[in-house]
């Protein structure tokens, strides 16, 4: 079995894994970074959304080995005490319901703000139209967005 380098959260992880196996996998089973979960294994519902440079990806459709040379970042790689701005602002308006996608649109969100760091309900919508949430909570997904990005100025 192949050895890969994986930057994960800014720590360099070494793997021995199969070269087709999903990161999605080496995350969860390898490296024990349960935070990105597992929803559809097909790349429809989103909850399995992570950074690799800035970009948000369907962990469960991008191999590890296609992530080398790659900054890898999880829900867990936000921050260790839940003081990132998109953190704060899910917590403060109460947006989680079953929880289950929120980690997929969490990140989904963080890349967004990084390219576009005041959206529009529009471009919210757009951005967030890949991560699912089963109990339908995107208005407040939306207000969250909203007011990370307000945090995030400060």
């Known amino acids: ?4 380098k994986l930057n994960v959260n800014g720590k360099e992880a070494l793997v ?3 070269a087709d196996m999903p990161l999605l996998w080496a995350l969860r089973d390898v490296l024990d970074l349960t935070g990105t979960k597992y929803g559809c294994g097909v790349g429809s519902c989103g909850s399995c ?10 962990s469960c459709q991008y191999t590890a080995a296609a992530a080398v040379g790659k900054k890898i970042t999880t829900i867990e790689g936000l ?5 990132h ?22 990140m989904t969100t963080a890349a967004l703000l990084k390219t576009n760091p005041n959206p529009t309900d529009a471009q919210i919508d757009a951005a967030m139209e890949g991560v699912v949430c089963r109990c339908g909570t995107y208005a407040r997904i ?13």
């Open 1 to 4: 079995m192949p050895s890969y």
């Open 16 to 18: 021995d894994l199969p």
């Open 49 to 58: 959304t992570v950074l690799i440079d800035g970009i948000a990806i369907k």
């Open 79 to 83: 921050s260790e005490d839940a003081s």
């Open 85 to 106: 701005p998109i953190q704060q602002a899910w917590i403060a308006l109460n947006v989680p319901q079953c929880g289950y996608c929120q980690a997929g649109q969490i």
């Open 142 to 154: 939306r207000k969250a967005i909203h007011k990370a990005a307000e945090l995030s100025k400060k």
